[in-house]
């Protein structure tokens, strides 16, 4: 089975690191991240994501400019905001956005603030 | 008319990792059930018993305001603004985890389990200074009333977290009966069995059940047991 995969956004070195070890400790998920704007836009385009993780330190312009650039290169992708840093809700918000895409049925936040 | 969610304490997630016994009444680490992810505001409350000398390694957090009540026990805190605390029952620790912090949670006990809530809320802004607090509650101004422990302005009762929630807490004689008035009609209140058995507006409850309530401006409550314990949890319900 082909892995889902994953771009981390997070301007929280040490945060991405822990989310990017998580992540990839799941056999089903394979994730890269930067902690800069440019460089996530670069992987975006040299790469195939099923899912974006925006995490600690995104700026509003940063999380607006980033979601309107991916979403003009394709339009299905999901992208939702991390909350809690790589802990408990990790995988859960994961599990819930791939399930949200396979059933359209948006039951979970993609972005509280909003 | 009133919204209700029931949420008997057996139908929680559980996860027994030996040094960890945890109850999550909402989604949670391996624990996924998406009818159960989240009362407004409210995201996690885990309901955790940590054996002795043992706890959370050194962990991030963001973006979360996380509110730990010790039941049992005492839980030493450290963190990456240079905080070391111990908290024990009667006290309530809150952190805004904002930018990113990294902390560790430990049993401090060498010699008995130590039993907390785990209480994460959605803050109401992103991206703010971290910052800890904690203070010591007088248990006795608790008994047959409902003793604010939360808030979202610093000068009110107990400590104060970046979001319009109130939490408080009781302790009641049986059949003491009060009522609970929330302060923003766009809130709910996720009520929480703490010990022994009480009635909210008809819902009987009992021990470790949660029960939900939203599009209604206040609450009646009344205790079906000698020292019967709640926490009351007002969250906004739209985000």
């Known amino acids: 089975m082909q892995k889902i995969q994953i771009l981390v956004v997070c301007n929280h070195e040490e945060i991405l690191q822990t989310i990017l070890r998580l992540i990839n400790s799941n056999k089903d998920w394979e994730a890269i991240g930067t902690n800069a704007d440019e460089r996530a836009v670069e992987l975006f385009h040299q790469h195939h994501f099923d899912l974006v993780l925006l995490g600690s330190g995104i700026s509003d312009e940063s999380e607006n400019k980033l979601k309107k650039i991916f979403q003009h290169q394709n339009p299905q992708i999901k992208i939702i905001q991390h909350f809690g840093g790589g802990s408990g809700l990790l995988s859960n918000e994961i599990y819930a956005a791939l399930s949200n895409n396979e059933s359209g049925n948006f039951n979970v936040i993609d972005n509280p603030f909003n | ?239």
């Open chain 2, 1 to 239: 008319m009133a919204n209700t969610v029931l949420h008997k304490a057996a139908t929680r997630g559980h996860a027994n990792h030996g040094w960890l016994d945890s109850y999550h009444s909402f989604s949670f680490a391996n624990y996924y059930n998406p009818e159960r992810i989240h009362f407004g505001a409210l995201r996690v409350l885990n309901d955790d018993t940590v054996a002795e000398a043992r706890g959370f390694g050194k962990h991030p957090h963001d973006n979360m305001e996380i509110i730990s009540i010790p039941l049992e026990g005492d839980l030493q805190h450290e963190d990456s603004m240079g905080n070391v605390a111990v908290i024990k029952k009667g006290d309530i620790q809150a952190m805004s985890a904002g930018t990113g912090i990294f902390h560790s949670e430990f049993n401090k006990n060498k010699n008995a389990a130590v039993k907390f809530l785990q209480i994460w809320i959605f803050p109401n802004k992103r991206n703010v200074e971290p910052r800890y607090s904690q203070v010591t509650l007088n248990a006795e101004d608790r008994h047959n009333k409902l003793q604010q422990v939360l808030s979202p302005n610093e000068n009110e009762g107990g400590v104060w977290i970046h979001q319009d929630a109130w939490f408080s807490m009781g302790k009641f004689d049986t059949n003491f009966s009060t009522e609970y008035t929330l302060h923003k009609n766009t809130n709910g209140v996720y009520a929480f069995v703490l010990n022994g058995d009480v009635t909210i507006d008809g819902q009987q409850l009992n021990n470790r059940d949660g029960f939900g309530i939203w599009n209604t401006s206040k609450i009646s409550i009344t205790a079906n047991s000698q020292d019967a314990e709640l926490l009351l949890m007002e969250v906004p319900m739209n985000l």
